[in-house]
């Protein structure tokens, strides 16, 4: 089955308000097999509302609308539904008590327009809403489940769970959804591609989706089947080649990050890590130490911006700056070795580069950054040139640089 | 005018991901008079597509597509716009060799895939994009302006703001908005709105929303008039009371960052600035570097994470560790005068804190954080109880090391 989420109030078309309760319904369905395949966000406009209310009863199996089911005057969607599928709007005189005996309960009185909280649609199912006033309403029409459910997040959840999922998963019956995801760095998303769509194109189940997030890229392969063992088996057959055609690209088949990924292998081999870091400016730190546990295996950090400080913190000898320059292979190479020197740790890291936007020259442009990874007596080395912003070279810096120490653990 | 934004990508329809593209959108179209009436989400489904298109070009006047312009297989964004508006598909030479370029400058062969990205609408004009691989493209159908633009959001907002807004703008003249914000640090959101709201509660003219961001609060004073000076006029009026009841509370009048912010100070008093961070674990070296001639004013940053380190790079007495413990008072005054001296900044910035979320215990419970400054033989100290989560206390204690700088230099 499909569904469709529309979300109600004008508030949502702002600059600063995103709709959070379709995240939560899309989590809640694809659990009962039911996929969501049109997300809608309109405003407190009857007209608007109306249109689209008509066109969805059209399109989709499943129509859940979240909001304007409260007291005031731009609350319009029980009015709306009401124009749309024919049905009067008649007063549910159990739910006016309730309401009451809400407010009674608080010691204050019923304002006027809560009453139109118990307005219902003719022939409509009632769907219990015990954390607040305004229930929700489940309306059959032409082949289309309409459901009506309260916007306040809590509500939402607590309406949807006892009064709408049970049922839901009753007409889903039959169909099942599995999810893998696979997240690979160190290529591009062209290149990965060229790599697995040999592998996905002929299938239509699973479905196959490639997104390029910062620095790295991800793989959903959803499933379809009449149980999730099914969907499972679906999905594994197309992931196993695709992870073998990815081979060490891939750094998680989860939910991880690669500094939780790295973090694994380096409690794992019981080592220890420290990073001497110019471009990055914190950020391998930051990212390394973002994750619960890694003073175990993080021992410390150094942003040496200054080249006093890259002398001072990290040991790099005055006359290696001179003659080869902040930014070089030498300078990555004596981090690397100087911090892990002066901690002790098994790893030493260093990263040096031009993150821009000034400060670029034709032999060493914006975005040239040296990453360096010292381990016993061994220092390695890795020349990138990345494109894009500050924010962006930083960004692919520390994904190299985290990647260089995840493969030398692999 | 009225506008519709139709955010494209099967991602965008999973438990995890919100589309963000549309808040920028609505904020830029805002500021030029264009009010948002719709917005969806659609996966990368032909049909589905294919079907809103057409809904949409019949009932809003400016229909902004975003994502689905990538290489691969399922970016169908612009072979669907191709049926509905009835233009062919065409190679554009001069798009495919700047794309060609693009990898070639970066060692790279293209892959055969991106040569899609340089089909165009017969008859669009093309928006181009220089950060990226994928141009937009503007089409006129019906009446309709249709703007096709890449999804990745900094190409979105160059392409935006480079290519769309001002002929946008053109096309809205007659009604503006303003828009006013403030970011305030250091107070919570209902103790602002206590501050402000005798203030601006009696306007529907601006509109006031305020939205508690992560360590800070924005406040959004938005004008309509018939001109830019007369909307600006209306928000003036309400803003200049309120900043003046937010006092030094409001660290800035426009979208600069804190970080930013610290930064104008440093650089106007000519100051150097270093940072020994525990808890924080590099994120206030990363905030601080991520601003763009950062170099002139930020020396250095230590992240000591092993109480070795915090003697070693930091120069913290043996015995204070051992006897104040490492989330003290002494230890973070220790920090900001050991990373002073070592490196001769003006100011030296110490942080240590649990961030948890194991490690705290009765006395120094997780959220307990120890911030201090350095300045001129004197060393200030401040302590705070942050709530929340590992992710939340270390950006917490990131604003408040940031906002000490800045009262400092006020």
Same mark, same amino acid.
């Given at each position: 089955?499909?569904?469709?989420?529309?979300?109600?109030?004008?508030?949502?078309?702002?600059?600063?308000?995103?709709?959070?309760?379709?995240?939560?319904?899309?989590?809640?369905?694809?659990?009962?097999?039911?996929?969501?395949?049109?997300?809608?966000?309109?405003?407190?406009?009857?007209?608007?509302?109306?249109?689209?209310?008509?066109?969805?009863?059209?399109?989709?199996?499943?129509?859940?609308?979240?909001?304007?089911?409260?007291?005031?005057?731009?609350?319009?969607?029980?009015?709306?539904?009401?124009?749309?599928?024919?049905?009067?709007?008649?007063?549910?005189?159990?739910?006016?008590?309730?309401?009451?005996?809400?407010?009674?309960?608080?010691?204050?009185?019923?304002?006027?327009?809560?009453?139109?909280?118990?307005?219902?649609?003719?022939?409509?199912?009632?769907? +219990?809403?015990?954390?607040?006033?305004?229930?929700?309403?489940?309306?059959?029409?032409?082949?289309?489940?309409?459901?009506?459910?309260?916007?306040?997040?809590?509500?939402?959840?607590?309406?949807?769970?006892?009064?709408?999922?049970?049922?839901?998963?009753?007409?889903?019956?039959?169909?099942?959804?599995?999810?893998?995801?696979?997240?690979?760095?160190?290529?591009?998303?062209?290149?990965?591609?060229?790599?697995?769509?040999?592998?996905?194109?002929?299938?239509?189940?699973?479905?196959?989706?490639?997104?390029?997030?910062?620095?790295?890229?991800?793989?959903?392969?959803?499933?379809?089947?009449?149980?999730?063992?099914?969907?499972?088996?679906?999905?594994?057959?197309?992931?196993?080649?695709?992870?073998?055609?990815?081979?060490?690209?891939?750094?998680?088949?989860? +939910?991880?990050?690669?500094?939780?990924?790295?973090?694994?292998?380096?409690?794992?081999?019981? *080592?220890?890590?420290?990073?001497?870091?110019?471009?990055?400016?914190?950020?391998?730190?930051?990212?390394?130490?973002?994750?619960?546990?890694?003073?175990?295996?993080?021992?410390?950090?150094?942003?040496?911006?200054?080249?006093?400080?890259?002398?001072?913190?990290?040991?790099?000898?005055?006359?290696?700056?001179?003659?080869?320059?902040?930014?070089?292979?030498?300078?990555?190479?004596?981090?690397?070795?100087?911090?892990? *020197?002066?901690?002790?740790?098994?790893?030493?890291?260093?990263?040096?580069?031009?993150?821009?936007?000034?400060?670029?020259?034709?032999?060493?442009?914006?975005?040239?950054?040296?990453?360096?990874?010292?381990?016993?007596?061994?220092?390695?080395?890795?020349?990138?040139?990345?494109?894009?912003?500050?924010?962006?070279?930083?960004?692919?810096?520390?994904?190299?640089?985290?990647?260089?120490?995840?493969?030398?653990?692999?």
């Amino acid at each position: 089955m499909n569904a469709e989420i529309i979300a109600i109030g004008s508030e949502l078309l702002t600059a600063t308000r995103v709709d959070t309760n379709s995240l939560y319904l899309t989590e809640q369905l694809n659990s009962i097999g039911i996929e969501v395949e049109l997300k809608t966000v309109v405003g407190d406009n009857e007209h608007r509302l109306e249109q689209l209310l008509r066109e969805a009863v059209k399109r989709s199996e499943i129509v859940i609308a979240t909001g304007g089911l409260g007291p005031t005057e731009d609350d319009v969607t029980k009015k709306v539904v009401s124009r749309v599928v024919k049905k009067q709007l008649v007063l549910e005189q159990r739910i006016l008590e309730r309401i009451q005996a809400r407010f009674h309960n608080r010691g204050l009185e019923m304002p006027a327009n809560n009453a139109r909280q118990a307005l219902v649609l003719l022939g409509s199912k009632i769907l +219990e809403n015990p954390v607040g006033t305004a229930p929700g309403l489940w309306i059959e029409y032409e082949g289309c489940h309409i459901l009506l459910l309260p916007g306040p997040p809590r509500e939402l959840k607590v309406v949807f769970e006892e009064a709408c999922k049970p049922r839901l998963a009753e007409l889903s019956a039959g169909t099942r959804l599995f999810t893998q995801v696979f997240k690979a760095t160190g290529l591009t998303e062209s290149k990965l591609d060229e790599m697995i769509a040999p592998i996905y194109t002929p299938y239509k189940n699973p479905a196959t989706t490639i997104l390029a997030a910062a620095g790295e890229i991800h793989v959903h392969l959803t499933g379809k089947g009449k149980s999730e063992e099914e969907a499972r088996k679906v999905v594994t057959e197309v992931a196993d080649r695709i992870e073998f055609a990815l081979g060490d690209f891939v750094f998680s088949r989860g +939910e991880e990050t690669l500094e939780q990924i790295v973090g694994y292998y380096l409690m794992m081999r019981q *080592m220890t890590l420290a990073v001497a870091e110019s471009c990055t400016g914190g950020l391998v730190s930051q990212r390394l130490t973002s994750v619960p546990g890694s003073s175990n295996y993080f021992l410390c950090g150094v942003t040496c911006y200054s080249n006093a400080s890259k002398i001072e913190l990290a040991g790099i000898p005055p006359l290696l700056l001179e003659m080869s320059g902040a930014v070089s292979l030498e300078v990555a190479k004596g981090l690397a070795e100087g911090i892990r *020197m002066k901690t002790g740790a098994t790893i030493g890291l260093g990263i040096t580069g031009i993150a821009g936007p000034s400060g670029g020259s034709v032999s060493k442009p914006v975005g040239l950054v040296h990453v360096a990874l010292a381990l016993d007596g061994v220092t390695e080395h890795q020349e990138h040139r990345f494109g894009g912003d500050r924010d962006r070279i930083r960004l692919w810096a520390s994904q190299a640089a985290l990647d260089m120490v995840r493969r030398k653990l692999i």
